[in-house]
DNA sequence: ACTGTCGTGGGTAACGTTGCCCAAATGTTT
DNA sequence: AAACATTTGGGCAACGTTACCCACGACAGT
């Protein structure tokens, strides 16, 4: 039954004392403020050392700084975010911010209420990922917060913004089609059941520049897209609907990896084989993609970069919110792997 | 360049003054506490609503309170991980609490890190998963703030814990395999650098049932453990290493799906066919496996319910720090799909 | 010697919330 | 009618940190 005491936390003022120092003294050397001597900042640490202190996040929160972003990930399941990630922390290993994941946002509600909750939190910054929120909102909350927009395709003047070229991406994997001598190429897009922001999304955007690249290719006429989620269900429901088509497409292209796992389930189940009877494409090149089994044709968009971005971003607006907000767009490349080939000759 | 004012947020204050109360009064409305009239709750809601008032997680940390959970993930990469999470937001859905999730902690040093962090910020209590730092820091830990162990095989007075019967699953591959006829089974396991805490975990428990159960079969001679991570990179590697022996396992149990995946790409490299030539299996029953193209055999360990679980317990412990410590043991079940079957006939 | 500047350090008042206590009003028992 | 319990609401002092000021001494330029 030994229960450890509940010992009281070490504060900056115990450091103040062991140190024979003001609480303003320690306080200045925590942040390289102005004002301290080399005698004093070497008095502080080894204070700090001994007692093992460190600065409470609330009291700080109250005053200023958190020293804490937060990153909105649409949906934690989909092997492309991770990545986003992983660009995120490796741009902060050297700074002193902590990054914590809002998981669990479906629908604008939820969206909204995981923002506030950050807000709330008083995070020094966020980082939102493919957000379904309107424009306005959004502006409202970077005027609260130091914000960075992914993947969305719309400049805002205090937000900033990080995006993949979707248009240049979905017509990649349109040209790579025809060019192998497919005609009837379908599409499985994302489609939010609460459509404010549409235009704006990257879902929407592949989903149109899939349109503009088949018409480029005079293929007007067999434009075809379902509208689903881009999920595994979403794929699979997806393709289940084109492959009943009575002059089923002769190849799909999912707007997303995990869309496309999806889309291969459908095909498989309908006993066609990939790429013989039927030619598969996706989106985001998540290790998903390149595992041996699946050997998925797919877009790669560079997620570790976007997320990379985004961590440069926010830590120089978080430095000068008054910045003129910045618009990086990505370019990405086809990664064709063996999904897809020329179509079966009739 | 019209920017949006920097507008001083809401505060109780506000509310007060608004409601025509004192700022206790809406405190304790907030709170639920004792002592309001419904008369007076009326008021404050509605005070709340008109304003828009959001309290500050930083001000009540410094108090209490913060509702906030932090939970901490080994991989994001790993697709079991998402899993847990579900089933703990799913188990918070109704509460007041929110989830945050820190990422990114590769090695003790960088665990001890997070956990800091999390401390730091106030968080009201943490689940850790599969946390490699020594038990004694664990428990060290757990005196500070409400803590819930998952996937360590070790019972703490003062943490709970949620595990799965990692012997029992690991068992049930084994029994699998043997039954189909197959007795070179080899095991890829994820073997931490830093080893302090061995022994209690779940991979070094897989192993160990692995172990017991090749015994029981009388396969002492056929035991094969390979030590790796659960990556895709560690089950290819490991992989290989088994491929090159010169009388190959006829069929290969990889600690994890994300594992397996490596193995299944090093399968195919090698020109074999699953399960042709070798049979392989995974653990987690991660959405992966059940993917069409893939078809793996995996033991289910009920992420979501572990999730649940370990939310629920952490909740009990918060309301009741020094309640007595639960631990929830798990039955795992296997999937039994198409990557086994009976070894080749020579 | 007298003023001004700079480098160094400290005092103090917030920041927004809640726990503890007390006061007044109301109800209940003797 | 007096004594007592209960309900309802408020005042006040923290919680730990930092921004803003001011004080002191040293030193340079007049």
Chains 1, 2 share one sequence.
């Not at 306080?27 to 301290?36: C, E, F, I, P």
């Not at 050392?49 to 949906?75: H, K």
């Not at 929120?133 to 917060?145: C, D, N, T, W």
């Not at 990939?274 to 998540?286: C, H, Q």
Request: aromatic share 4%.
């Amino acid at each position: 039954m030994a229960r450890p005491v509940q010992q009281r936390r070490v504060t900056i003022v115990d450091v103040a004392r062991h140190a024979q120092v003001s609480t303003t003294a320690v306080s200045k050397v925590l942040r390289n403020a102005y004002g301290t001597s080399p005698a004093m900042q070497q008095k502080v640490h080894q204070a700090i050392a001994d007692l093992g202190y460190r600065p409470s996040a609330a009291a700080r929160g109250l005053r200023g700084q958190t020293y804490t972003l937060g990153v909105m990930v649409p949906d934690i399941a989909n092997p492309f975010f991770p990545e986003i990630l992983n660009g995120v922390t490796a741009s902060l290993r050297d700074s002193s911010y902590q990054v914590l994941l809002a998981p669990g946002c479906a629908g604008e509600q939820a969206e909204a209420r995981t923002i506030e909750s950050m807000i709330d939190r008083s995070m020094d910054g966020i980082i939102l990922i493919a957000p379904i929120s309107p424009r306005a909102h959004l502006e409202h909350v970077a005027g609260i917060i130091p914000t960075v927009i992914v993947g969305r395709h719309a400049r805002s003047a205090i937000y900033d913004t990080v995006a993949d070229d979707d248009i240049a991406g979905a017509a990649l994997v349109v040209d790579h089609l025809v060019e192998l001598g497919h005609r009837r190429i379908a599409h499985v897009e994302h489609l939010e059941t609460e459509p404010s922001c549409i235009e704006e999304m990257p879902n929407m955007i592949r989903a149109e520049g899939y349109r503009r690249a088949m018409r480029r290719h005079g293929l007007d006429a067999e434009i075809d897209v379902v509208s689903r989620t881009y999920t595994r269900e979403g794929g699979y429901t997806g393709a289940r609907e084109l492959l009943e088509r009575p002059n089923r497409p002769t190849a799909i292209f999912a707007g997303a990896d995990i869309a496309a796992m999806g889309v291969l389930d459908a095909v498989a189940e309908a006993g066609l084989s990939v790429p013989g009877d039927i030619s598969v494409a996706g989106y985001d090149n998540t290790t998903f993609a390149s595992f041996s089994q699946v050997s998925l044709t797919s877009v790669d968009q560079a997620g570790w970069q976007i997320g990379a971005d985004a961590a440069r971003l926010l830590l120089e607006r978080i430095a000068d919110r008054s910045r003129r907000s910045a618009q990086v767009k990505l370019s990405p490349t086809l990664v064709v792997r063996t999904t897809t080939a020329p179509p079966p000759t009739p």
